[in-house]
Nanobody, 115 residues
Framework: QVQLVESGGGLVQPGGSLRLSCVLS????????MGWFRQAPGKERELVSA???????TEHNSVKGRFTMSRDNIKNTFYLQMNNLKAEDTAVYYC?????????WGQGTQVTVSS
């Protein structure tokens, strides 16, 4: 029932910015911990950042001070504002919703940081 659709990825130069969006449908948005994960070629999927329903946040050390999460509970949308992007941020970014109802993943959106 729950579906996650990511958007906002693309090609950006080092130092540039992108905003990723994840829209949840088919479930109660407020009941899930929402997270962003990424997977670079040949590497394991890793947590980028996540936000619990009570507002608790966690994030990877490599993105602290550069990436910011936010929720829009009216639009059922989870955002990741990415600033000062680096080449090592290049990956497929996946939206995740985790809660008592289940664990769900989006299809992913490609972020490529290159000059």
């Amino acid at each position: 029932q729950v579906q996650l659709v990511e958007s906002g990825g693309g090609l950006v130069q080092p130092g540039g910015s992108l905003r990723l969006s994840c829209v949840l449908s088919g479930g109660a948005f407020r009941s899930y911990r929402m997270g962003w994960f990424r997977q670079a070629p040949g590497k394991e999927r890793e947590l980028v950042s996540a936000m619990s329903p009570d507002g608790y946040k966690t994030e990877h050390n490599s993105v602290k001070g550069r990436f910011t999460m936010s929720r829009d509970n009216i639009k059922n949308t989870f955002y990741l504002q990415m600033n000062n992007l680096k080449a090592e941020d290049t990956a497929v970014y996946y939206c995740n919703a985790n809660g008592a109802q289940g664990d769900y993943w989006g299809q992913g959106t490609q972020v490529t940081v290159s000059s």
